[in-house]
């Protein structure tokens, strides 16, 4: 793999390159008015987060890997709906929803993706969450 330690390279076929070495990672981000998530390994030097102010609530993931149906058991209630995003690991957004918790749980039903690693982003009135699912057949 080429590496230009954060910068951008062109090859002699005029490929262009970003990356850093022995790292590879999707990269992308997401921003609201909370704040901005960057996600990867490389991160621009001229963005500015800032942090997204949330209350401490524990979020369990299940199943993981997950076929078509993945749950989210949050520790408290939050009101509102909640967004949900899927990026593959290209950074590319797969899936969006919003939904509402049913008591303290948030399932996502009928995903149709193929096989592979996700992130998926959880957003919420003062509850922010981010984690990886594997999606197996």
Same mark, same amino acid.
């Not at 330690?5 to 076929?13: K, N, P, Y």
């Not at 970003?18 to 992308?28: D, K, N, P």
């Not at 996600?39 to 979020?59: D, H, R, W």
């Not at 993945?70 to 590319?92: A, H």
């Given at each position: 793999?080429?590496?230009?330690?954060g910068?951008? $390279?062109?090859?002699?076929?005029?490929?262009?390159?970003?990356? !850093?070495?022995?790292?590879?990672? *999707?990269?992308?981000? &997401?921003?609201?008015? /909370?704040?901005?998530?960057?996600?990867? &390994?490389?991160?621009?030097k001229?963005?500015k987060?800032?942090?997204? %102010?949330?209350?401490?609530?524990?979020?369990?993931?299940y199943? /993981?890997?997950?076929?078509?149906?993945? /749950?989210?058991?949050?520790?408290?209630? $939050?009101?509102?709906?909640?967004?949900?995003?899927?990026?593959?690991?290209?950074?590319?957004?797969?899936?969006f929803? @919003? %939904?509402?918790?049913?008591?303290?749980?948030? !399932?996502?039903?009928?995903?149709?993706?193929?096989?592979? @690693?996700?992130? $998926? %982003?959880? @957003?919420?009135? /003062?509850? *922010? &969450?981010g !984690?990886?699912?594997?999606k197996?057949?």
């Amino acid at each position: 793999m080429l590496s230009a330690q954060g910068g951008i $390279v062109a090859t002699s076929t005029g490929v262009k390159v970003s990356q !850093t070495i022995a790292q590879q990672a *999707a990269v992308g981000t &997401f921003s609201s008015k /909370n704040g901005i998530i960057s996600q990867g &390994f490389q991160q621009s030097k001229i963005s500015k987060s800032a942090p997204i %102010k949330t209350n401490l609530i524990s979020t369990l993931v299940y199943p /993981n890997p997950i076929v078509d149906v993945v /749950n989210f058991k949050l520790s408290q209630p $939050v009101e509102g709906k909640i967004t949900v995003s899927i990026f593959d690991i290209n950074g590319r957004l797969v899936l969006f929803q @919003e %939904k509402e918790l049913v008591d303290t749980t948030l !399932t996502i039903t009928n995903i149709m993706l193929a096989s592979g @690693e996700y992130f $998926v %982003k959880l @957003e919420g009135q /003062n509850y *922010a &969450f981010g !984690t990886a699912i594997i999606k197996s057949k």
